[in-house]
Antibody, heavy 120, light 106 residues
Framework: EVQLVESGGGLVKPGGSLRLSCAAS????????MNWVRQAPGKGLEWVAS????????HYADSMKGRFTISRDNAKNSLDLQMDSLRVEDTGVYFC?????????????WGQGTLVLVSS | DIQMTQSPSSLSASVGDRVTITCRAS??????LAWYQQKPGKVPKVLIY???TLQSGVPSRFSGSGSGTDFTLTISSLQPEDVATYYC?????????FGQGTKLEI
């Protein structure tokens, strides 16, 4: 069964940093592009960043470029997101998301997400 | 970048109604379109991928269609448990943009 467990969220001041992690299991992690998706309070889903299977290609949403860094360790089935220069508007729940066909092979659900609160 | 536009942004319907939500891509994305359901206070769940392939366990009243730029999510007979916000997402190439969501109420 596909399982995704995010961690690393918390309260941080504007300008600060956080590193999020995602532990994946139940599928062949090393085969797939992985993503981070976030959801600000009361708002919709926003794609944040993606990393290809062997880290050859990294992509970021425009507002995250230069501040966020996505990485993965296929030996550990883990996905990370280093977030620097955090802004109040980065507040939200951050989800680790596999391709939809991978999520669909399990229950269809992502993990519970990890809450990032950027506030002074 | 390709933009994803969902309509309507909100929808109120009655139990038993046929409900259709549309998603339009600003450029062709072939069949690389997924639909997600997010119930209040819950984590998103993929309902459909490849524009029309239902996740196993999703009730057959849900269906997806379309290719290229125009896609639809249809609920053939609305049930109370279908109250949720529905999102489309393109996944042919980055950025893997979501639509703005459609809030469905009974």
């Amino acid at each position: 069964e596909v399982q995704l467990v995010e961690s690393g969220g918390g309260l941080v001041k504007p300008g600060g940093s956080l590193r999020l992690s995602c532990a994946a299991s139940g599928f062949t992690f090393s085969r797939y592009t992985m993503n981070w998706v976030r959801q600000a309070p009361g708002k919709g889903l926003e794609w944040v960043a993606s990393i290809s299977s062997i880290s050859s290609y990294l992509h970021y949403a425009d507002s995250m470029k230069g501040r966020f860094t996505i990485s993965r360790d296929n030996a550990k089935n883990s996905l990370d997101l280093q977030m620097d220069s955090l802004r109040v508007e980065d507040t939200g729940v951050y989800f680790c998301a596999p391709p939809p066909e991978v999520a669909a092979a399990g229950t269809g659900y992502w993990g519970q997400g990890t809450l990032v609160l950027v506030s002074s | 970048d390709i933009q994803m536009t969902q309509s309507p942004s909100s929808l109120s319907a009655s139990v038993g109604d046929r409900v259709t939500i549309t998603c339009r891509a600003s450029q062709g994305i072939s069949h690389y379109l997924a639909w997600y359901q997010q119930k209040p206070g819950k984590v998103p769940k993929v309902l459909i991928y490849g524009a029309s392939t239902l996740q196993s366990g999703v009730p057959s009243r849900f269906s997806g269609s379309g290719s290229g730029t125009d896609f639809t999510l249809t609920i053939s007979s609305l049930q109370p448990e279908d109250v949720a916000t529905y999102y489309c997402q393109k996944y042919n190439s980055a950025p893997y943009t979501f639509g703005q969501g459609t809030k469905l109420e009974i």
